[in-house]
């Protein structure tokens, strides 16, 4: 058995004495792709911002490569675990420029041939170099928010429902760029989902997120089957969200 | 020695024919329903309270010509400032110390240099008029800078987030932010300063040339005026964008929530 890429260990998360996340543990296997969902305010946001230090964890809740995440030095570890948010923001400037932005803050230039070769890797042609990141589509947008965090080789990739915003075409281009990564490269991907489609098409392995705590682990067949526990928590849940999921 | 232009009346008399200029404000508002008479009449007697009660501390804390009161009414003078400055910055926690720090740090560099480099000397009837000039305008750029950071961390919440996840430092992922508010702190006294004397006289000129200095003194006394303002302005705002700054983020390089 190899040793876990990451590995959470009864992890608690409260805002303002209100429990975000109530004792989570699972661990995550290099080159695993493990799927998160569960209804919205089941605390999947917050455990990806966890993960990536964007929120502070107690201490040794969360190790990565066997290390308490709250030892290491969090820019380091930030280049380490990419994170890719709902909510696409791109920075003032070309797709190049974004694409350099974590190079450009460690004061060095990002190569042009890198800069093309990262493009190819998200499916975009390399004329968008040049482009003005405000001019980008959603799913372009998303595709170069996904080149600039794989510029920093990032071993994990924490996915906030990075295709949400996307039309069916582009959220298919988005899937099949993060599981060709997965295969090629070996990126080990914490994906949180909306939909139970995506989370069928792309997972193999599922964690079912209710009220903080987890509610079911294991293969998407599984948790997903129509008398597995997902179908009890979309009973009693109640919220946008998980309706649209169930349709 | 400034020799003072004759005047036709003297005190009293001279508030109360200028006052006529109220009387007529009054007549116009209620003749086309603008319905400020009251806010009018509490602002006409307001000032006029305000402004012989200062005259009468000032004259009091001159003929004392004591250091230890001069900095006692500028430390007064600071912390109004700040409690007024911090009114525009409700969001941000510890908003009360953030802008006295700012306004009394960025006051007392100020006048600190001018004191220093000999433009103004130490004594009360210098340093009190153009430290509240200081003070006031710090003020005004403390409270723009707050107001203005507070609201950019908010909605640009995510950009931030967003270039710390790709290991940015807090200080690196709040440039942009930090450097707008700086400008929109700094623009307006720069601009004034670039037009001054082409639209209007400045305040302390006039009042200097009202008060019987010739033009030129009176525009070297201005020309300082500038100088000062923009340097205090620099100063706070300065100051002001970085305690914000540090209220918004952890060491661990977090926007807090």
Redesign the interface.
Known sequence: MKSPKLELKNLHIARKQHPILRGISFAVQPGEVVMLIGPSGSGKSTLLRAINRLLEPPQNSIQVDGEDITTLPVTELREKIGMVFQQVSMFPGTVAENIAHAAALRKSALPKDRIQELLEAVSLSPKFAAIQADQLSGGEAQRVALARTLATNPEILLLDEPTSALDPHATRQVEETLLRLNRERGLTLLWVSHTIEQTRRVGKRVILLNQGEIQAEGRVAEVLDPDGPYQKVLDFAAGEDIRTISS | MITLPEFPLDGLERIGAAAVLILISLIISRWREADLEKDLLIATVRSFVQLIAIGYALEFIFNLDSPLWTLTLLALMTTIAGRTAAQRGKKIPHAQWVALASIGLGSALTLGILVAVNVFTFDPQTIIPVGGMVIGNSMSVAALVMKRLANDFKE?R??I?????????SQ?AAR?QLRTSLQSAMIPIVDTTKTTGLIKLPGAMTGMILAGASPMEAVQIQIVVLYMIIGASAFTGLTASYLTYRQFF?P????V?
């Not at chain 2, 987030?161 to 430092?169: C, P, Q, R, V």
């Not at chain 2, 661990?252 to 926007?255: I, K, N, R, S």
């Open positions: 640009q995510n950009l987030e967003t270039s710390l996840a790709l290991g940015a430092t690196q942009p952890t661990a390089h977090q926007l929530e």
